[in-house]
């Protein structure tokens, strides 16, 4: 069916050149640290040395006196306002308990103080010279007792609170509750023939932009504060900024240049409240660049603790679910609640079952904040469920791949977790509309050799393994996410495309142009985009949740199929024989009747800019989504474990991804690369290592392993077109789903080759060799 | 202390300071293709540039180490006017996402390039070690050094035509 529809389709569905890419490439394209002139002052945030204490007494006077210092703020000068860091819509489902200065530290990186300051060196000499009187508090680190009685409280300001009716009790350290149901789980679990309860964990990891967070601010010649900025989010970051410092929206502009990447980071709202109040401090124009160091600890993929107890029949179909998390938010709650419910309705409405529960808790503790990361709770869950399923099949003497096929979602069917979990309220009820998963499970079987490989680990010490897994995502966030689009018309029938959707080198700029030239009969060159600029361009959500394709590709839709309706009218207008605006097509740049006369976009342009009946064709398009259809993926991957050394080495890594229509492959196939590789690296080596203080031991490239091109294995992708009927011509999401694959196909793959089950990350040569040591 | 050198082809004077490294010269010099990525101990390659036809760490190397040398940037590779066929090889093969890291990978691709035409996989992911990307996978950026290695092969038969 997808082929039918999309075999016509002139830009969408082509792999065209990404608008920006030769700038960039040509390295003319400017990110935010470009826009610095010789008069920019350095933002400096003075960082906390300790894990829990309070700043009995404060005194910047030496600070102050330093020859280049231009202002040091103390939580003594600034308002103080409750806000969440999140950059979610309003109203946030994050509690509010975070300041842009406290009187407390609540992990070591905290902030003390902010500095502006002719160079960076005399901002951090002004830090050291400040005089502070510390009360020492104990901390909590750990997550299993940050709850008990009589633990430390991270949040005892009265202000801390959830802006929305949802179990928040920071008293006891509790950063977000969530319960959900549906069916007898205690009955299906009491009477299904097979029991299992399996617990994994996942561990602390950053998301690594090689740019790190970065913002430049500064007053404008109407004393606003402009922030040009690395952000996922300018429309949240304009808002929350504006509540953060205490001024009105109206008086924050908030743009996005070229952003280095994001993958969640910048889904936070971190340094734009900082600058703005040093911007309005000094009145000068302020750059804040996060270090390497610094970055790490911005915010973290929240280590996520998930277990899962199962009732299956002797065929392995399942009879009921529970799922029981507990996420370690850090010392802020930003996206607590809502990375903990994406475990479960990300995760849960895979599968088909009889009765399902969900029982999951945040938890503060004095460690670097959980934030937004790529997968979004999904990762951490889909690790737990696609190992679990592993150990059910191999249990039942069942193949991993059709215990899935036996119990995964098909079009049309619907489950019980959309309607009950929400972010932080009830869900969205939906029924399946499009799924290639079976195509997926099939075609990347064959692309692995799952069949000649599987169960043949040899006998050296390098031995083979073959895993794999299947993982749904979302698309938006339904009936939340707002994403507009505004096109306008030339006067040589071009396009001016605007939008708040926020490209980070994901390409949803060109998505965008691709889409909207699709429907004006153009190529994608003719459709100029401009992201995003709060002055400038229409509101979007921004960029996550895996909702820009989809969503704002929507908008973009609908805004060009409205000024495609205004051209028919102008072109009808101009023939002779006035055709019925209804029967005119756009193609080739032109508008064509029935009986072949063609006037074309130009000569459109032309007459209604300057000649006859002059208006602007121009139209708005705005999306919200009813629904967050399901892309769909399954995993394979080969691997070789030294049983000497416990090295992991992959071999070869298969992605089978439906993601509906591809609007760009090559685009697409670029996102599933890039979350693949990024949770092969997560599963292999990245992990923070604190001391008994609560420091963060690795903070640079050399001690925290990202993976280089030398540790890249054959990644092979393989889209599997389908049709989401709700979706800009077909489409759904793609960006987010390949993250949440390779620790459990490639834990599974270990099993294979060498009979351990790895249930925590990464799999280090330590613990596999200690895994294998153990069995044996 | 004054410096002269030559940057993307032009004989270049500057003055710098005790501690300058290349990397700051040349941002002061309005050169902003140089990336910083990891607090100056050149581990992430962002701020890749050629010094003599090697690809070295503009964050790592002092300052007067370029005295009488050639330096070359990405502005001096080509720019969206007249772009050089690795510029364009990138743009083409989806290498390049947030484009963060493009300078760097496509100044090192340079120096691969420069040695030999036709690189094996080992060769290109050796060149680029020192290069991260936290976007592509690398996939694309590889297809990007192969696809470029071709179109220089043939603007090499062409003029030797």
Known sequence: MSADRTRDLQVVGHSVRKVDSLGLACGQELYVADYATPDTLVGYVVPSPYAHARIKRIDATRARAIAGVHAVLTHEDIPRIAHTTAG???????????????????????????????????AEEAGKALDIEWEMLDPIFDPDHAMDEGAPIIHDEPEAHMPIPVPYDPKRNMAAGANMGDGDIEQALRTSPKVYSRDFSTQYAQHCPIEPHVTLGYLDARNRVVLITSTQ???????????????????????????????????????????????LATGRKILMQLSRAEEFL???????KVGIDGGFNEDGTINGLRMRVQSNTGAYGAHALTVMCNCGSKVLPLYRMKAVAFDAKAVYTNLPVGGAYRGYGATQAAFAMECFLDEVAEDLHLDPIEIRRRNHILPGEGSPVFAALGEGKPGVEQKIGSSGLAECLTLGAKAIGWEEKRSKPGTGTLRRGIGMCALMQGSAIPEIDLGAVHIKMNDDGSFNLTCGATDLGTGSDTILAQIAAEVLGVDETEVL??????????????????????????????????????????????????????????????????????????????????QANQRQVAATGSAISHKSPPPFSAHFVEVTVDIQTGQVRVVKYVAAVDCGTAINPKLAEGQVEGSVLNGISYALTEEYQFDDKGRMRNTGFNDYKIFGTQDTPEIQTILVPTWEETGPYGAKSVSEICINGALPAISNAIYDAVGVRLREGPFTPDRVLAAIRQKA | MRISTRINGVARQFDCQPGDTLFDVLRRMGLRGVKEGCDREGTCGACTVLLDGKAVLSCITPAPKVAGREVLTIEGLGDVASPHPIQVAFADAGAVQCGYCSPGMILSTKSLLDRTLVPTQEQIAEALSGNL????????????????????QQEKKDNER
């Not at chain 1, 406290?102 to 300051?117: E, H, M, N, Q, T």
């Not at chain 1, 401009?530 to 969503?551: E, I, K, M, Q, R």
């Open chain 1, 88 to 122: 979610q819509g309003y109203v946030e489902p994050s509690p509010y308990d975070n300041f842009v200065l406290d009187s407390k530290v609540r992990f070591v990186g905290d902030r003390v103080a902010l500095i502006a300051a002719e160079t960076l060196e005399i």
């Open chain 1, 529 to 610: 985009v401009y992201s995003s600029d709060t002055d400038l361009t229409p509101f979007d959500v921004g960029a996550y949740a895996s909702s820009t394709t989809y969503l704002s590709g929507e908008a973009s839709r609908r805004a060009a199929l409205a000024v495609a309706e205004q051209i028919r009218e102008i072109a009808s207008e101009m023939m002779e024989s006035h055709p019925d605006p209804a029967t005119l097509v756009l193609k080739d740049k032109a508008v064509v009747a029935p009986d072949g006369s063609r006037v074309t976009l130009g000569e459109v342009g032309l007459r209604s800019l300057y």
């Open chain 2, 133 to 152: 990307c936290r976007c592509t996978g690398y996939v694309k950026i590889f297809d990007a050094v192969r696809d470029a290695a071709a179109a220089l």
């Open chain 1, 298 to 304: 911005s915010r973290t993929r929240h280590a996520i």
């Open chain 1, 233 to 279: 989010v300018p429309f949240h970051a304009r808002r929350i900024t504006a509540q953060a410092v205490g001024i009105p929206v109206k008086r924050v502009r908030v743009i996005k240049p070229r952003i280095g990447g994001g993958f969640g980071a910048k889904q936070e709202v971190l340094l734009e409240p900082l600058v703005a109040s040093l911007v």
